[in-house]
Structures are given as C-alpha cells and as structure tokens.
C-alpha cells in the first residue's frame, strides 16, 4: 500500500544532529531503507520535516521504520495515500 511518512524533527535533536555531522546519514539510512518514490524535506510549525511517499507490504513495518525517526527525537505519522492513478480506479470502481 501506498503510504506517507511524515517526519517532524525536535529541534534541539535536530540541531545537535546538524552539529555532530550525523544529520545526512541519517537521512540516507531512512531514505535507502524505504526506497520512497518521492521524498520532501521542509519545514512545518518551525520544524524541520520530512514527507516520505513509499510503498508499505504490510502494518508491522511501522515499528522499525518509525523507531529510527522516535529515538532521533522526532515525530512520525503514517497514512494511506493514492496517486491519480489509483484515485481513478477507485472511482470507477463506484460505478457512476
């Protein structure tokens, strides 16, 4: 299933990850291990955020994808998405 990850950083963790210099490889890990067919990086509510659009085999992958985005002192939402694509199919499957 088609699926967004959202991930809002803490800003003091962000900063000391900025610092240290393990900001872009924790960016790398996340993004190698999603392999996301679209990925966004800004900022929302002052934070820095990430917009992840990947595809999930199934529920119990949350855990370890959201942990790493968790213990980095961020926070992290999941929710079903579909393209254009899969909009138009749904809409025809209502048979109007």
């Not at 996301?36 to 999930?56: H, I, K, N, S």
């Amino acid at each position: 299933m088609r699926m967004l990850l959202i991930g809002r950083l803490d800003n003091e963790a962000a900063n000391k990850a900025i610092l240290d210099g393990s900001m872009p490889k924790r960016i790398q890990e996340l993004v190698e291990r999603l392999n996301p067919e679209a990925a966004y990086f800004t900022t929302t509510g002052g934070q820095r955020t990430c917009y992840l659009v990947f595809d999930m085999q199934e529920s119990s992958q949350m855990p370890p994808l959201g942990e790493p985005l968790f213990l980095a002192g961020g926070a992290v939402s999941f929710r079903p998405v579909m393209n254009l694509e899969d909009l138009q199919t749904g809409l025809a499957a209502l048979g109007h």
